[in-house]
């Protein structure tokens, strides 16, 4: 099996929730490593993310934007970059139907950008092997679109449905990265994952709005009939499945990853007040706040990944079971207030 060892390591939105949460399991998992971030630092990122770090020596921020050619470049000169991890992107669903022009930029043009400079620094300029450097690129499971209630899960041979804005720009970069690889030979591997939770995520995003409105006693909303359904990955166990592509992945090659628990929306709703109620005892039952509102248009009903490949491939496996994520999410908020 091939075994890929980064030294250098470009980590591009590094200030959000699963990029500083990769930043920090990979100072405290490889110590040989040495990273640098490169995050805009929009509203969904945050440098209190990366708050006490371990072994900061080995850390560098740099902010700027994803679609500066000339810093890019100068990133990748500067500090010998041999591993790019691509989490940068607009990721906010409702922003994309409201505000598409930022996810075309971010997505699209951003993800071209750190392609074509990879591509010219270590081809060009520094002739690079194959086997000298890496570019992971992150997506999502929302590419495949949405799945009914019988149908199996989204696996690797899944054809592309993007169904909003969001999806669809990263079905796109998903086709340029693979197209790098084609055309170039530039040396990439790519992985879907299903919803992601744990510390360090966005207000707006569906588990911790459900933890803020419980704390400051506001109603939750929950989209339709709240029957929707999600797989749910604690974001530690993405981290590691990342690690392990890196690591031992072939390249050109698609890896899934899915935490095999699917839960409708208002089913988990219900289950973190409960949990909620065991954190921050409240005097009135915290499912009291809940509260139907109207739908997202065009809500994906299903979503679910099949893990075989990469559990088979690379011996990955979802550790953090649902109840002690929670849990751990729930502690962190609550303590973070």
């Known amino acids: 099996m091939n075994h890929y060892q980064s030294h250098h390591m470009l980590v591009t939105g ?58 890019v470049h100068q990133i990748l000169r500067n500090y010998s970059i041999d591993t790019i991890v691509h989490f940068a992107a607009e990721s906010h669903v409702d922003r ?4 598409p022009n930022s996810f075309v930029e971010t997505n699209l043009l951003g993800t071209f950008t750190l392609l074509e400079a990879a591509r010219q620094q270590w081809f060009t300029v520094e002739n690079r092997s194959m086997t000298q450097c890496r570019f992971h690129h992150i997506s999502t499971d929302e590419v495949y679109g949405s799945l009914k209630s019988a149908d199996k899960p989204f696996n690797e041979q899944t054809t592309y449905q993007p169904r909003s804005p969001y999806s669809a ?42 933890i803020h409105s419980c704390l400051a006693k506001q109603t939750i909303p929950i989209y339709g009939n709240g029957k929707n ?49 065991k954190h921050v005892p409240n005097k009135i039952a915290y499912q009291a706040l809940l509260n139907y509102v109207t739908d997202r248009p065009g809500h994906d009903f299903r979503y679910a990944i099949d893990s075989h490949k990469i559990k088979t491939e690379l011996n990955w496996l979802p550790l953090v079971s649902m109840e002690a994520g929670i849990n751990k999410t729930i502690e962190y908020y609550s303590q973070s207030r």
């Open 96 to 99: 994309s139907i409201t505000e």
């Open 229 to 277: 359904i999600r797989d749910w990955l604690y974001v530690d166990d993405h981290c590691s499945g990342i690690l392990a592509i890196l690591k031992n992945g072939k390249i050109g090659e698609t890896y899934n990853m899915g935490g095999d628990n699917e839960w409708e929306n208002i089913t988990l709703a219900q289950y973190i007040c409960e949990q909620m109620e």
């Open 14 to 71: 590094g200030a959000g929730f699963i990029g500083s949460n990769f930043i920090r399991y990979v100072l405290m998992h490889e110590p040989t490593i040495k990273i640098i971030n490169i995050d805009k630092l929009t509203y969904a990122g945050s440098l209190t993310n990366l708050k006490n770090l371990d072994s900061p020596n080995r850390y560098h921020f740099c902010q700027g934007d994803i679609i500066d050619s000339n810093l």
């Open 169 to 210: 720009t990263k079905a796109g970069s998903d086709h340029l990265v693979f197209a790098y690889y084609h055309t170039y030979g530039l040396p990439i591997t790519l992985s879907h994952c299903s919803n992601n939770y744990g510390p360090r995520q966005h207000a707006e995003k569906f588990i911790p709005t459900i």
